[in-house]
Nanobody, 122 residues
Framework: QVLLIESGGGLVQPGGSLRLSCVAT????????IGWFRQPPGKPREFVAA????????HYSNSVKGRFTISRDDAQNTAYLEMNGLKAEDTALYLC???????????????WGQGTQVTVSS
């Protein structure tokens, strides 16, 4: 397992942007597939985006496709989620996860961060 710490959340107006970071602090992030998930208030966790271990493959949930971009910098042991065109429905606790599979299934990831809160409101 790898210890993950997210940051970059906050309060933003609709239409605004945020960049979330996920830093691996106990082991190198290289060779891990990375997923971003979110949990809206009172709702179950949902998949947002994933990037494979070499960064060559990405995929997104339909709700964020075209607005969010996942990336990674293994030299910095960091993964990112660039979020543009934010909407009220994007309000959630955002969590990153690392695992051995490139998938949108949360159960396949064995390392999780504590999350960073994103609130979209005017």
């Amino acid at each position: 397992q790898v210890l993950l710490i997210e940051s970059g959340g906050g309060l933003v107006q609709p239409g605004g942007s945020l960049r979330l970071s996920c830093v691996a602090t106990s082991r190198a992030l290289v060779n891990y597939n990375i997923g971003w998930f979110r949990q809206p208030p009172g709702k179950p966790r949902e998949f947002v985006a994933a990037i494979n271990e070499n960064g060559g493959l990405t995929h997104y949930s339909n709700s964020v496709k075209g607005r969010f971009t996942i990336s990674r910098d293994d030299a910095q042991n960091t993964a990112y989620l660039e979020m543009n065109g934010l909407k009220a429905e994007d309000t959630a606790l955002y969590l990153c996860a690392a695992g051995g599979r490139y998938t949108d299934f949360g159960g396949a990831y064995d390392s999780w961060g504590q999350g960073t809160q994103v609130t979209v409101s005017s």
